[in-house]
Nanobody
Framework: QVQLVESGGGLVQAGGSLRLSCRAS????????MGWYRQSPGDQRDVVAS???????DYADSVKGRFTISRVNAENTVYLQMTSLKPEDSDRYYC???????????????WGQGTQVTVSS
């Protein structure tokens, strides 16, 4: 069983900043990729940023230069620093990890419960 606990969402004015965090726990042997996605009701869940175990990052074009993803491997934690926020960044943000389980060294994927980000104009 793997659990992800997210925090850091909230209401912020346009131009402001927020920092999301996501900590994973449970039957995790190692974590490969960690990522942040966002989704509006009725829409598909889109990737915002991802980071590999080696620290290679990738970003959606819409957030490049404004968002920074980072991770602390020893704490199984991933962060998303969001700056210069725009109203169109308002969404529910979800953390995802792809990991190797301690149970049989099998691969797995897990999602957080999501955290709401609202940017007012």
């Amino acid at each position: 069983q793997v659990q992800l606990v997210e925090s850091g969402g909230g209401l912020v004015q346009a131009g402001g900043s927020l920092r999301l965090s996501c900590r994973a726990s449970g039957t995790i042997f190692s974590i490969q990729n960690m990522g942040w996605y966002r989704q509006s009701p009725g829409d598909q869940r889109d990737v915002v940023a991802s980071i590999t175990s080696g620290g290679t990052t990738d970003y959606a074009d819409s957030v490049k230069g404004r968002f920074t993803i980072s991770r602390v491997n020893a704490e199984n934690t991933v962060y998303l620093q969001m700056t210069s926020l725009k109203p169109e960044d308002s969404d529910r943000y979800y953390c995802n990890i792809r990991y190797i389980s301690t149970r049989g060294r099998l691969p797995g994927s897990s999602w957080g419960q999501g955290t709401q980000v609202t940017v007012s104009s």
